[in-house]
C-alpha cells in the first residue's frame, strides 16, 4: 500500500505541459468528471487515505477503490479554486479493471494500449516504477509498469492553457439544447450540464453528489429530473417571441462572462446560465 502512494505522488510531480493546440481533451475517468465538487469522491468512495497540501497551494486526497487494495483513486484541487476537481488520477494493480477511459483496462499489455489510443508522444522515465506516457496536445497520460502494463491514467482540467478566448460560436441556440433536454438520453444532457451545475427551486439548491456516471445511471441528486422539467417549459416557449425569451451576457468584474437565457411564463421568471467551460458552454446554473 505504501509503495503504491508513493507511486501516485511520484506521477502528479511536473504534470502541467502547456499546448497551445488541443486534439483531444477528456473529462472523465473512472465515471467520475472534471470540474465536480469536492465532495463528490468523498460522497462515493468515502474514506480518505491520504492527503495533503503542496507548496504551490495545490491540494490532493487520495482513496480507496477497491477493499483489496488494488485500485486506488488521486483527487487534486488547485490553488484558485480548492472546491471542484482540477486532476484524476486512477491507479492500481488490479489486472482487467475498466478504468472508464477509451476502452482501456488496468494490466493492459503496451501493444493493446497503442491500439487503442495510438503511439505516446514523448515516454518518460520514472525509474522503478516504469515509464510515464505523455500525449501531446491532450490533458492525459498513462502510466506503464516496469514489466510494460498498464498501471494508471491521469487527466487534468488543462482549460486555462487550452481554452484561452471564450468562443461564442459554441454557444448553444434554444433549439440545440431544448432537444437535447428533452432526449431523455441522461448521457447527452450530461454533456451539456457543468460538471458543478447548482439548480435552485422552492429555496433548495441541487448539484451533482455522486460521480457523473452515478448520477447517469441513479439520477441520486435529481438533477435529471430537474432538467426534465426544464424542457416542460421549454416546449411551451417561443424562442422569437421577446416576451417569453430573450438572451444577453451577463459581466462581473474579475469573473467569466455568462450567457443567460431569461424565461417569462405564466407570470413566473426562470432563467438558464451558460458558462465557457471545457472549450463549449454549459449549462451552470438553472433557477426554477
Partial sequence: MKLLLSFLLILIINSNSYCQEIQD?????NGFRLGQ?????KNELNTIIQENKFDDGFEYEIF??????????????????????????LTGTKKG??????????????????SLI??????????????????????????????GLLAGIKIIDQSQEFFTISDITEIPNFKKYSEILNSENR????????PGIEVYKN??????????????????????SLAKELSQILNRIDPMDSLQYEENIRVALGQA??????????????EIVFKYLFGKYLIWEIQL
Avoid at 462572462?257 to 426562470?270: E, M, P, R, S
Fill in 25 to 29: 481533451f477528456v473529462t472523465d475517468l
Fill in 37 to 41: 465538487f469536492r465532495d463528490v469522491p
Fill in 64 to 89: 480507496l477503490v477497491e477493499p483489496d487494495t488494488s485500485v486506488y483513486m488521486l483527487f487534486e484541487y488547485a490553488n484558485y479554486d480548492l472546491k471542484t476537481i482540477w486532476s484524476i488520477q
Fill in 97 to 114: 479493471f475498466d478504468c472508464g477511459f477509451k476502452g482501456l483496462k488496468l494490466g493492459m499489455p503496451e501493444d493493446e494500449i497503442e
Fill in 118 to 147: 495510438g503511439e505516446a508522444s514523448t515516454v518518460e522515465d520514472i525509474g522503478g516504477y516504469g515509464d510515464k506516457w505523455v500525449y501531446d496536445n491532450t490533458n492525459y497520460s498513462l502510466e506503464i509498469s516496469p514489466n
Fill in 187 to 194: 448521457q447527452l444532457i450530461s454533456n451539456i450540464l457543468a
Fill in 203 to 224: 429555496d433548495s439548491v441541487y448539484y451533482f453528489h455522486s460521480s457523473m456516471m452515478k448520477e447517469i445511471n441513479e439520477d441520486g441528486s435529481g438533477i435529471f
Fill in 257 to 270: 462572462t455568462l450567457h443567460v437565457a431569461k424565461i417569462k411564463l405564466d407570470g413566473n421568471y426562470k
